[in-house]
């Protein structure tokens, strides 16, 4: 079964999320806004995707404000995480927004919110997992 990593700070998304990750996607879901955790949970390869809100009010790191792009820069900066598949998840779906985000990131997809198309979020988890953890379980 793979493992979703889920960093939302919003409650009822995280909440919604979780149930259709588990439910449709039959994925074990962990989350987490606690920056040191995300980094060393990626970096011991205990997840197999990362579900990563863009604007995060509440995460930090090493004592300064981050949100979900640079979370994913240090994450595809460190050898230990980089081939950990990041999907950014987030409310900014302006015109230019996906394919900004993805380059200053790295990430490996974008969904917006809100996420109407439950089936479609859990087939692009599936589609950048590695070709063993595609199927459901």
Not at 23 to 42: D, K, M, P, T, Y
Not at 107 to 129: C, S, T
């Amino acid at each position: 079964m793979a493992t979703v990593l889920l960093v939302e700070d919003d409650p009822v998304n995280a909440r919604v999320f979780d149930k259709v990750l588990r439910r449709r996607g039959g994925f074990e879901v962990f989350h987490s806004q606690n920056v040191e955790q995300i980094l060393q949970l990626a970096q011991g390869h205990e997840v197999d995707v990362i579900l990563l809100d863009v604007s995060l009010s509440q995460s930090t790191f090493r004592g300064e404000a981050v949100d979900g792009i640079r979370i994913a820069q240090l994450l595809k900066e460190n050898p230990k995480s980089n081939s950990i598949p990041i999907i950014l998840v987030t409310a900014h779906a302006m015109r230019g927004d996906r394919e900004a985000f993805l380059a200053q990131s790295g990430a490996d997809g974008y969904i917006a919110k809100p996420v109407v198309d439950h089936e479609d979020m859990v087939n692009q988890v599936r589609q950048v997992l590695p070709q063993s953890l595609q199927e459901p379980q």
